[in-house]
Nanobody, 114 residues
Framework: GQIVESGGGLVQPGGSLTLSCVASGSVFSRYTMSWYRQAVGKQRELVASITYQYRSNYGDFVKGRFTISRVNSNNTLLLRMNSLEREDTTVYYC?????????WGQGTQGTVSS
């Protein structure tokens, strides 16, 4: 499977970013899709996940600021991030998982700075 993220960049505190993840056709439709993030020196942590039945789950630190969504017709996963804080600066990774099978993207950098 192939997963490609995009949409990272530089934004000011309080601003917004939308991350995108596109997966190959065989790796999406019945997979749980997730966003993780990992800052330097820290463990990778779950940001949000969404099942193929559209059930979503968020990390505690999100506090209603982010929204995960998926469009199965074009194999796209989105993460809309609002009210960004400097602590949200890190690399964001897309993951596709189903049973014991999983795939990671290469990551996209999001930087929150004034």
């Amino acid at each position: 499977g192939q997963i490609v993220e995009s949409g990272g960049g530089l934004v000011q505190p309080g601003g917004s970013l939308t991350l995108s993840c596109v997966a190959s056709g065989s790796v999406f439709s019945r997979y749980t899709m997730s966003w993780y993030r990992q800052a330097v020196g820290k463990q990778r942590e779950l940001v949000a996940s969404i099942t193929y039945q559209y059930r979503s789950n968020y990390g505690d630190f999100v506090k209603g600021r982010f929204t995960i969504s998926r469009v199965n017709s074009n194999n796209t996963l989105l993460l809309r991030m609002n009210s960004l804080e400097r602590e949200d600066t890190t690399v964001y990774y897309c993951k596709a998982s189903r049973s014991l099978r999983y795939y990671w993207g290469q990551g996209t950098q999001g930087t929150v700075s004034s």
